[in-house]
T-cell receptor
Framework: QKEVEQNSGPLSVPEGAIASLNCTYSDRVSQSFFWYRQYSGKSPELIMSIYSNGDKEDGRFTAQLNKASQYVSLLIRDSQPSDSATYLC???????????FGAGTRLTVKP | DARVTQTPRHKVTEMGQEVTMRCQPILGHNTVFWYRQTMMQGLELLAYFRNRAPLDDSGMPKDRFSAEMPDATLATLKIQPSEPRDSAVYFCASASTGNIQYFGAGTRLSVL
């Protein structure tokens, strides 16, 4: 079983809709959770981090964490074509050591 | 300008040649990571250093790959000899202890 799992997609949503990206992780001691966005041919860039259960909102982005279910999600409201990218979920497994990445979900927002 | 700098951005080489990739982490960051990304495997951690000491290189093929950090401003990843299956994008990332990783632009390697 992979440590961090994501649906590879592609996920396609119309412009203005809510895009919902999901991620599950296997290690119960995971402490920190991140969403990175990667445009084609570019490097991953951090868009959200979340450390405690519940929701965290930043503009059109909301990260949701449920440690009991070992589940973290990213909601993108009012999706724009510029949101089309691959979204990588990352989990810090043990303390401050290396971060484990999911395979990424490719999102396409259609005008 | 606080960013991770990687060189070269692109490298095309022939099988059997040595390849050296370089990374300058963000000033003040004490942890440096090397990743490889392919369509098939996604983002794979190859090795990482903290305070210049290698902490984990279990993701790296030891027979041909080597990673070093000769000083706090330079990390290197070498492949010798290179093989076509090494073709990928290699990312370097840096972080302060326990904090967010910031990625460089990557080195796109093609081994013919």
């Amino acid at each position: 079983q992979k440590e961090v799992e994501q649906n590879s997609g592609p996920l396609s949503v119309p412009e203005g809709a809510i895009a919902s990206l999901n991620c599950t992780y296997s290690d119960r001691v995971s402490q920190s959770f991140f969403w990175y966005r990667q445009y084609s041919g570019k490097s991953p860039e951090l868009i959200m981090s979340i450390y405690s259960n519940g929701d965290k909102e930043d503009g059109r982005f909301t990260a949701q964490l449920n440690k009991a279910s070992q589940y973290v999600s990213l909601l993108i409201r009012d999706s724009q074509p510029s949101d089309s990218a691959t979204y990588l979920c990352a989990v810090n497994i043990v303390g401050d050591s290396d971060m484990r990445f999911g395979a990424g979900t490719r999102l396409t927002v259609k005008p | 300008d606080a960013r991770v700098t990687q060189t070269p951005r692109h490298k095309v080489t022939e099988m059997g040649q040595e390849v050296t990739m370089r990374c300058q982490p963000i000033l003040g960051h004490n942890t440096v990571f090397w990743y490889r990304q392919t369509m098939m495997q996604g983002l794979e951690l190859l090795a990482y250093f903290r305070n210049r000491a290698p902490l984990d290189d279990s993701g790296m093929p030891k027979d041909r790959f080597s990673a070093e950090m000769p000083d706090a401003t330079l990390a290197t990843l070498k492949i010798q000899p290179s093989e076509p299956r090494d073709s990928a994008v290699y990312f370097c990332a840096s972080a302060s202890t326990g904090n967010i990783q910031y990625f460089g632009a990557g080195t796109r390697l093609s081994v013919l």
